[in-house]
């Protein structure tokens, strides 16, 4: 009876608050195994060792496997926690790794696209010294269109968000979503560039996704900004997005609504360690059909 009694103590204090993801856990069958041997073994030893004993006996026995249980409980539960911050990990740097990659066959395409608008502006030029002929209002309306893509070129002051923000720029142009940003780039130069391109790819990533699920083509609109005030790193961002699908809050972070939540929802997660690892801090929020997210980074002093 006392036995069972602090073990419905033990889980009203602290069973019930706990929670774990179990799409995370390696082995997680081999976890359970392991607890239900253990208790198993704690049972048949109060059984056949305490029970014929006196009454005071009994109860240090009692009061002992109960011990036993909670440590061991709490064994399984920070090696569950290990295994949750190890998977994370490895799926963040895996992550981490391909926008790298990805950054670099951007800045190629982009190196490109600069190479064809010098070439087009040149030509530009070269319209009216071939032959003395004025040139047609279609072949001007052609021109005006090819260089019309350094409306998605940006200028910040790094370069590594600059490849960023203009890759993100000619993909908003091909699917008709309104993308500002006001950035100072400048700011940003206490961090890797891999950690800068994980993090701002991330939090656009998922704006776009999310600006491309609204019907409402006024409501395609994505807004970045990246400042300085102080010796704090402001970064904030804001986009509609559809109701059918408001994001759903745990503990302060959107959770992913698909059903492969292994694989799903790295993003959110990338971008809180990549905050935490600059000391940072990150706030989501939903409201009125508008997704905000706001981070807070101390800059170091130089």
Same mark, same amino acid.
């Given at each position: 009876?006392? @036995? /069972?009694?602090m073990c ?15 799409? #995370?856990?390696? =082995?997680?069958? $081999?976890?359970?195994?392991?607890? &239900? /041997? ?6 048949v030893?109060?059984? &056949? ?7 005071? &006996?009994?109860?240090? %026995?009692f ?11 709490t064994l399984?539960?920070? =090696? ?14 895996q ?11 951007? #800045? !190629? ?15 530009? $030029?070269?319209?009216?010294?071939? *032959? ?43 699917? $008709?979503?309104? @993308?500002?940003?006001?950035? *100072? %780039? ?13 993090? @701002? %790819? ?23 900004s &990246? ?9 904030? !961002? !804001?986009?509609?997005?559809?109701a ?6 745990k ?5 992913t ?14 971008? =809180?360690w990549?905050?935490? #690892? ?10 009125? $059909?508008?997704?905000?997210? %706001? ?8």
């Amino acid at each position: 009876m006392m @036995f /069972a009694l602090m073990c419905l103590v033990i889980y009203a204090f602290i069973g019930r608050r706990v929670s774990i993801d179990e799409h #995370k856990i390696r =082995a997680r069958y $081999g976890w359970v195994v392991a607890c &239900v /041997a253990a208790m198993m073994l704690m049972v048949v030893f109060s059984m &056949v060792f305490v029970q014929r004993k006196p009454m005071e &006996v009994q109860t240090v %026995g009692f009061l002992y496997d109960s011990l036993c249980m909670t440590l061991m409980l709490t064994l399984v539960l920070l =090696a569950s926690t290990n295994d949750q911050l190890r998977s994370d990990l490895i799926a963040m740097q895996q992550a981490d790794r391909l926008k790298t990659q990805h950054y670099e066959m951007a #800045k !190629e395409n982009i190196e490109q696209i600069n190479i064809r608008c010098h070439d087009i502006r040149k030509l530009v $030029g070269s319209l009216y010294a071939d *032959d003395g002929r004025m040139p047609t209002p279609e072949m001007i309306r052609e021109v005006e269109n090819n260089i019309r893509i350094y409306d998605s070129m940006f200028h910040t002051g790094n370069d590594s968000l600059d490849v960023l923000l203009t890759e993100k720029g000619l993909y908003c142009s091909r699917h $008709g979503i309104v @993308f500002t940003c006001m950035a *100072d %780039g400048r700011s940003l130069d206490f961090m890797e560039r891999s950690d800068l391109y994980s993090l @701002f %790819g991330n939090i656009l990533d998922n704006a776009l996704e999310s600006a491309q699920q609204i019907e409402d083509a006024g409501k395609r609109v994505v807004n970045l900004s &990246v400042q300085r005030d102080g010796g704090l790193l402001v970064i904030h !961002e !804001e986009n509609y997005y559809d109701a059918a699908r408001a994001p759903i809050f745990k503990n302060g972070m959107p959770v992913t609504t698909k059903s492969d939540k292994a694989n799903h929802g790295l993003g959110t997660r990338s971008i =809180a360690w990549q905050t935490r #690892k600059y000391h940072g801090e990150l706030t989501m929020k939903a409201a009125d $059909g508008v997704f905000s997210l %706001g981070i807070v980074i101390p800059i170091p002093a130089e």
